[in-house]
Nanobody, 122 residues
């Protein structure tokens, strides 16, 4: 079984910073793209940032220059450093990974973390 565990959310004032982490564990053979998504109340889930195994990154326009995604391929972990946070960044943040796992045979599956709340408010 593969699972993703997120950490690092919380309450922060506008202009503040938070760092999210998401670690994958289990019978993992390899991990491709890792990413962060978010969902605000009453809105659809949206992409925040993704990073390929080789380190290429893509960001939503709304977070460019403020958020940085990174990964540790040894620890099977993806990070999201969020700076200059704004109230509109308030949402539940979910990590996502495309993982090839092994359970008698190799199989590929898209995995999601449990979500972590980020609230930006004074």
């Amino acid at each position: 079984q593969v699972q993703l565990v997120e950490s690092g959310g919380g309450l922060v004032q506008p202009g503040g910073s938070l760092r999210l982490s998401c670690a994958a564990s289990g019978s993992i053979f390899s991990i491709g793209v890792m990413g962060w998504y978010r969902q605000a109340p009453g809105k659809e889930r949206e992409l925040v940032a993704v990073i390929t195994r080789g380190g290429s990154t893509t960001y939503a326009d709304s977070v460019k220059g403020r958020f940085t995604i990174s990964r540790d391929n040894v620890k099977n972990t993806v990070y999201l450093q969020m700076n200059s946070l704004k109230p509109e960044d308030t949402a539940v943040y979910y990590c996502n990974m495309g993982i090839t796992a092994y359970s008698g045979t190799y199989y590929y599956k898209d995995y999601w973390g449990q979500g972590t709340q980020v609230t930006v408010s004074s």
